[in-house]
């Protein structure tokens, strides 16, 4: 069983910027793709980020250029950098990890608010 713990959100004033953490627990992290999504206030979960276990990453149209995501095998955790923050970026950040093989698996959600 894998759990998932973000961390880093907060509120930030527009121009700002967060760094979101997700820790996994388990021995499969390495070999996962892992990604950050967000849902914002009824709205549909939406993909913001993708990396893939080789480092390959992929981005949502709307925060190319400002999100980096980043992955520490070492520690287990992904990033997810974000930078010139608007306030439409306002919403439940949730990493996800896709194993190889097996289901995948949700982290809590944390919540990003940026003030205009």
């Known amino acids: 069983q894998v759990q998932l713990v973000e961390s880093g959100g907060g509120l930030v004033q527009a121009g700002g910027s967060l760094r979101l953490s997700c820790r996994a627990s388990g021995s499969i992290f390495s070999r996962a793709g892992m990604s950050w999504y967000r849902q914002a206030p009824e709205k549909q979960r939406e993909l913001v980020a993708v990396?893939?276990?080789?480092?390959?990453?992929s981005y949502a149209d709307s925060v190319k250029g400002r999100f980096t995501i980043s992955r520490d095998n070492a520690k287990n955790t992904v990033y997810l950098q974000m930078n010139s923050l608007k306030p439409e970026d306002t919403a439940v950040y949730y990493c996800k990890m896709t194993p190889v093989v097996g289901p995948t698996y949700w982290g809590q959600g944390t919540q990003v608010t940026v003030s205009s």
């Open positions: 990396i893939g276990n080789g480092g390959g990453t």
